[in-house]
């Protein structure tokens, strides 16, 4: 017996056609035929039926998995390695998981060292990690950046790291005046890829796309937002009225030193246009190689947490899973964090209640989805929350509240 009747992969200019089961079941009854001289039962009830549904089973499965390979060469479907490489043509990495930020006023006895490492804990019982050494000054405080030892989106809203869980003689209290920037999961392929497409205007100038792109490409930058006023008078833009300046750029980043953000804002935007935001950095242009450097002024928002608050409530009876509330919860998260494989929810983005009835329904049979109601209170009862673009919006369990009606 030489060849075999079982149809092989076809690669077209329209991509891959893979022959159906039915098919391939019956090249490879056509082979056994051929292998025991004919005459045999095709009955797939017989052994030799058995034979060839297993063998077809096998093939159809291989032929899907290599279906599934030759998907990977396209950015929209890549995904895990194939997605990396396809990252490394733009010099991209993906980003790793990181713990929330927060700066913290330290205070106590003065000349205190509030040493590298030094470990204070939120309300909610995580712990966060001094990232360089303080010293108290003579004010008898010193502000000191605290990550969260937990990686991933821990909100830590203003007030809530409050506890210094390892006792330093002469540091005395801890508070942060300000919600900490969120961390984020190791980079979903959802916004590997959003940042990919961005990524490809990075070598242009004068426009907010590579202005975008430049900011998104700044080590440790959670999330981003650009804009511009080409007006001459001010603009109140997105949910919460923001007032742009007339020709200016408005530049929103969550996350990254600042030093970097200032560099990579100045580098791209256009000659002569104006900023916006709460945040000023002194940049220092050395590209001209003669000295004194010129010194700009780059300014950009920093956007507040805002915490989202769910309201689920789901049919109850007998098959509805006994820790309903996690698996919800969880469900909600992934979503909102971009864990699903699709879009997460970003500074001055709309966030609909319909995005997360899929994650919920697939939960199980069992699980009837009543309502979702989205807010920025307890007990929302909206379907939708529209940002504002100097709002990044944060997630805990504790605000997925899940009721059995």
């Given amino acids: 017996m030489t060849g075999t009747s079982v149809p092989a992969i076809q690669w077209t200019a329209n991509g891959v056609v893979l022959p159906t089961d039915s098919a391939i079941l019956t090249g490879v009854q056509s082979d056994q035929q051929a292998a025991f001289g004919g005459n045999m039962s095709l009955s797939l009830s017989s052994p030799q039926g058995q034979v060839a549904q297993s063998l077809s089973a096998i093939i159809s499965d291989k032929n899907a998995q290599i279906a599934e390979i030759a998907s990977q060469v396209d950015p929209a479907n890549a995904q895990g390695i194939w997605q990396d490489a396809i990252g490394a043509i733009y010099f991209m990495q993906r980003i790793a998981a990181t713990g929330t930020l927060v700066s913290a006023t330290c205070a106590g006895l003065v000349g205190t060292t509030i040493p590298l490492g030094a470990i204070a804990q939120d309300s909610a019982g995580n712990q966060y990690q001094s990232l360089a050494a303080a010293t108290i000054g003579s004010s008898g405080n010193v502000v000191v950046q605290f990550q969260c030892l937990a990686t991933g989106p821990i909100a830590c809203p203003i007030g809530s790291l409050s506890v210094i869980y390892k006792a330093i003689t002469g540091w005395e209290s801890i508070t942060n005046t300000t919600a900490g920037v969120p961390g984020v999961n190791e980079e979903s392929a959802a916004d590997f890829e959003f940042r990919r497409q961005n990524s490809v205007a990075v070598n242009a100038l004068n426009s907010i796309q590579s202005v975008l792109a430049a900011v998104l490409a700044v080590p440790n930058v959670v999330d981003a937002y650009v804009t511009d006023n080409s007006t001459s008078a001010t603009v109140n833009t997105g949910a919460t009225n923001y007032p742009i ?159 059995l009606s």
């Avoid at 990579?264 to 940049?283: D, F, M, Q, R, V």
């Avoid at 919860?329 to 709309?350: E, K, M, P, V």
């Avoid at 009837?368 to 100097?390: E, M, Q, V, Y």
């Fill in 245 to 403: 300046a007339g020709n200016s750029i408005y530049v929103a980043v969550a996350g990254g030193a600042q030093a970097d953000i200032a560099k990579a804002i100045w580098s791209k935007k256009s000659l002569g246009c104006a900023y916006n935001g709460n945040t000023t950095y002194t940049y220092t242009d050395q590209s001209a190689g003669i000295t004194p450097y010129p010194t700009y002024t780059v300014k950009w928002e920093v956007p507040t947490s805002v915490p989202v608050y769910f309201a689920v409530t789901i049919a109850n009876n007998a098959n509805v899973p006994a820790n309903i509330t996690t698996l919800v919860q969880n469900a909600i998260l992934a979503a909102f964090n971009g864990q699903d494989g699709g879009s997460r929810a970003r500074i001055g983005s709309t966030l609909y209640a319909g995005r997360y009835f899929a994650g919920i329904s697939a939960i199980g049979e069992g699980v009837n989805l009543l309502s979702i109601g989205i807010g920025t209170s307890a007990s929302p009862t909206a379907t939708s929350l529209a940002l504002g673009i100097d709002q990044l919006p944060t997630l805990s369990a504790s605000d997925i509240t899940v009721t």
